[in-house]
């Protein structure tokens, strides 16, 4: 019996909170100096630098509602990164992580939905993706293309476990010293689902959400186009497109070494590790575009049908309701069946 992700239902956009616990302000203060404001064929364009990429928003509408939008969405993310990244010590995620082993922490409904998300991911990849991959991303440091030893990716190794996290409704606990919870494999994408879904409460024609190329689009641009069209970028010709997408609700992720490796005795080393093996993954693909009906399920695609390679990776996508994919290798493209409707002519 095939399983399919299209029923999942993202969690909503949640109050905003009278109080300020994981210090989103002082993430939103440093997101504004990176703000530009500009006018594109989809429609008003803003850029700014979040969640530690480039991030894009194109709406089509009234620029009253634009702007409403725009400002919207950028307290929803400087919310989102103050309370999920594991690169600020003040974050949930950091205070989970800092008690692996020890103690207790409370979440509240909306941590505990996006939880849930990452057990369905995780059941439906059959444990590839894995939100305690960390400390195995720890020990393998591209910046200084360090190979760690046998011990050290066995030590790492024996620290993941999705199914050793416990959780209750109101609760999380990382049972094992060691243990560390982090969202990069999926956070990104998420956001881009729930500012999508944001908005819709604006009254646009049409938006592009483009957090470090993890897109998702709805409604038409604004130069009158029948869709909006997303280029895909060439691994081997990096911030230039191999091909283009024409479409109208859908979302697009692409999973990748080719921007961040090191070479070492002839070897490349990626950075996208394959929990099963404690190392990089070595399968002859460069990059996977995958385009679903969200963000998020693009994402999961493209990551477990990376770490999978071509053949059992285009299996994958293909059990997915309205999923196409295409797989970059050394000297060929490879395409799910129906990703070719999608090219844009």
């Not at 293909?318 to 196409?324: F, I, K, L, P």
Request: proline content about 6%.
């Amino acid at each position: 019996m095939v399983t399919s992700l299209a029923h999942l239902s993202l969690p909503q956009r949640p109050k905003d909170p009278p109080a300020d616990p994981w210090n989103s302000r002082a993430v939103l203060n440093r997101i504004r100096p990176t703000i530009q404001n500009s006018v594109t064929d989809g429609g008003h364009q803003r850029i700014f630098f979040a969640l530690g990429t480039p991030c894009r928003l194109v709406a089509n509408g009234p620029l009253p509602a634009v702007t409403a939008f725009f400002d919207a969405a950028l307290i929803w993310v400087a919310h989102f990164e103050a309370k999920y990244s594991r690169y600020l010590t003040t974050s949930w995620i950091s205070q989970l992580n800092a008690g692996a082993g020890v103690s207790t922490l409370e979440s509240d409904p909306e941590t505990d939905r996006l939880l849930a998300l990452c057990q369905e991911m995780h059941f439906l990849t059959r444990g590839i993706f894995d939100p305690t991959a960390l400390p195995l991303i720890q020990v393998w440091d591209w910046k200084s293309g360090r190979i760690p030893s046998e011990s050290e990716i066995n030590e790492a190794q024996r620290r993941v476990g999705w199914r050793r996290v416990e959780r209750k409704i109101g609760s999380v606990r990382l049972t094992e010293t060691g243990m560390a919870l982090d969202l990069g494999g999926m956070g990104k994408e998420y956001a881009v689902d729930q500012v999508s879904q944001l908005s819709a409460q604006f009254g646009l024609a049409g938006v592009l959400v483009d957090f470090g190329a993890d897109i998702r689009v709805t409604g038409l641009p604004a130069d009158g186009r029948p869709g909006w069209h997303i280029g895909l970028e060439d691994p081997q010709k990096p911030n230039s497109a191999w091909c283009g997408l024409a479409v109208h609700t859908a979302a697009v992720a692409t999973s990748g070494d080719y921007l961040r490796h090191f070479k070492s005795e002839g070897r490349r080393f990626g950075h996208i590790i394959d929990v099963r093996t404690g190392r990089p993954v070595d399968t002859g693909c460069h990059c996977v575009h995958v385009l679903a009906s969200t963000c998020t399920i693009a994402g999961m695609l493209s990551t477990a049908a990376f770490v999978l390679g071509p053949v059992q990776g285009l299996k994958l996508i293909e059990t997915q309701q309205g999923a196409a994919g295409s797989f970059h290798l050394d000297k060929q493209r490879i395409s799910s069946r129906r990703f070719h409707e999608h090219v844009a002519t």
